[in-house]
């Protein structure tokens, strides 16, 4: 994996990251049930990575793994795992997905399903405030640290 660093000389203001980091945050709630310390999401958007990429990371952590598959790593890009689905859906909304709504992630890789499942209506619905509430209060005036690479981020 090729980790991407910003230069020293590279500072980002958190209205620039703010999308960035609600979905940090997002990923954090639905996946692992809490809010990431200041310090990780700080490391986080210091990656440089993608969205896309974060939530790759996110889904190969151990943390994710201890939380949604029995401490079993996720491949992040093998078929959406149901034990992982079913989890996300336990521990986040407190019930299993219906069958129907469960062949909806048919398709999906693991990455793709928790990004579908942290940033859909529902999971907002729930967890929506705590998003909105925790970016407000670490938001203002976060700056992301340059030259931290994302392999150097623990996910707890």
Do not use: K, R
């Not at 401490?71 to 959406?80: E, F, M, Q, W």
Request: no cysteine; charged share 10%.
């Amino acid at each position: 994996m090729t980790v991407t660093t910003l230069a020293d000389t590279d500072i980002i203001h958190f209205n620039d990251t703010a999308q960035t980091a609600t979905f940090v945050v997002q990923l954090f709630e639905a996946g692992l049930g809490h809010t990431p310390t200041q310090a990780t999401l700080s490391s986080m958007l210091s990656s440089g990575l993608t969205q896309p990429q974060l939530a790759e990371a996110f889904v190969a952590s151990q943390a994710f793994a201890d939380t949604n598959n029995g401490g079993v790593l996720v491949n992040p890009n093998a078929h959406a795992s149901p034990t992982v689905v079913d989890s996300l859906f336990m521990n986040t909304l407190g019930h299993l997905p219906t069958q129907s709504t469960l062949a909806g992630y048919e398709g999906l890789t693991n990455e793709q399903a928790l990004v579908a499942f942290a940033t859909s209506d529902t999971v907002a619905n729930v967890v929506g405030s705590v998003v909105t509430s925790y970016v407000d209060t670490y938001g203002d005036g976060l700056i992301v640290s340059p030259g931290i690479p994302i392999d150097t981020v623990h996910f707890i």
